[in-house]
Nanobody, 115 residues
Framework: QVQLVESGGGLVQPGGSLRLSCAAS????????VGWYRQAPGKERDLVAS???????KYADSVKGRFTISRDNAKSTAYLQMNSLKPEDTAVYYC?????????WGQGTQVTVSS
């Protein structure tokens, strides 16, 4: 059974930083593209960043230069380093892998950026 567990969310002031983690089990983690998504209240779930098995990365325009996605295959864990956080980054953040055509999601972690 594939499982993803996110952690690292919390309350942070504007301009602050957080690092999210996504721990995977039940898959050969190194083989899969990992995506970080976020969903704010009343809005759709949007892709924030992704990283391939070869460490190629992509970012949404809104987070380029502020967020960095990375992975540690030995730990089956992906990370999202978030710097210079803004109130509009407030959302529930989810990690995702596509396994045999099925989207697998974690439970999400809340990030709130507020003074």
């Amino acid at each position: 059974q594939v499982q993803l567990v996110e952690s690292g969310g919390g309350l942070v002031q504007p301009g602050g930083s957080l690092r999210l983690s996504c721990a995977a089990s039940g898959i050969t983690f190194s083989m899969y593209v990992v995506g970080w998504y976020r969903q704010a209240p009343g809005k759709e779930r949007d892709l924030v960043a992704s990283i391939t098995s070869g460490d190629s990365t992509k970012y949404a325009d809104s987070v380029k230069g502020r967020f960095t996605i990375s992975r540690d295959n030995a730990k089956s864990t992906a990370y999202l380093q978030m710097n210079s956080l803004k109130p509009e980054d407030t959302a529930v953040y989810y990690c995702n892998v596509l396994v045999a055509g099925n989207n697998v999601w974690g439970q999400g972690t809340q990030v709130t950026v507020s003074s």
